[in-house]
């Protein structure tokens, strides 16, 4: 069983940056796909990024060239780096782990989560 555990997130003011991680833990290591999504009340849960166990990245075009996700997959951690933030960045930030072997950005494809992190971004 595997088990996520977020940190980080908060409050910026657009234009600034904020980071998030996400650790890994239980019986499986390196899972194959890695994820961010966020959700609002507004737009429901929305992919942010993807990662898979060997680096290749996956983007919102919402997102593209502001936010950057990695992982160290030796430290089972994920991070998104957030810059150039916006008021819209406003919500509550999931990291989530799927098997499959190519990683979307559909939640569907995604067994574990994470308790999730608020973020917030005033203008």
């Known amino acids: 069983q595997v088990r996520l555990a977020q940190s980080g997130g908060g409050s910026g003011q657009a234009g600034g940056s904020l980071s998030l991680s996400c650790v890994a833990s239980?019986?499986?290591?390196?899972?194959?796909?890695m994820a961010w999504f966020r959700q609002t009340l507004n737009k429901g849960r929305e992919g942010v990024a993807a990662i898979d166990r060997y680096g290749a990245t996956t983007y919102a075009d919402s997102v593209k060239r502001r936010f950057t996700i990695s992982r160290e997959n030796g430290e089972n951690t994920m991070y998104l780096q957030i810059n150039s933030l916006k008021p819209e960045d406003t919500a509550m930030y999931f990291c989530a782990e799927g098997d499959r072997a190519i990683c979307t950005l559909d939640p569907d494809n995604y067994q574990t989560w994470g308790q999730g992190t608020q973020v917030t971004v005033s203008s």
């Open positions: 239980g019986d499986k290591y390196n899972p194959p796909c």
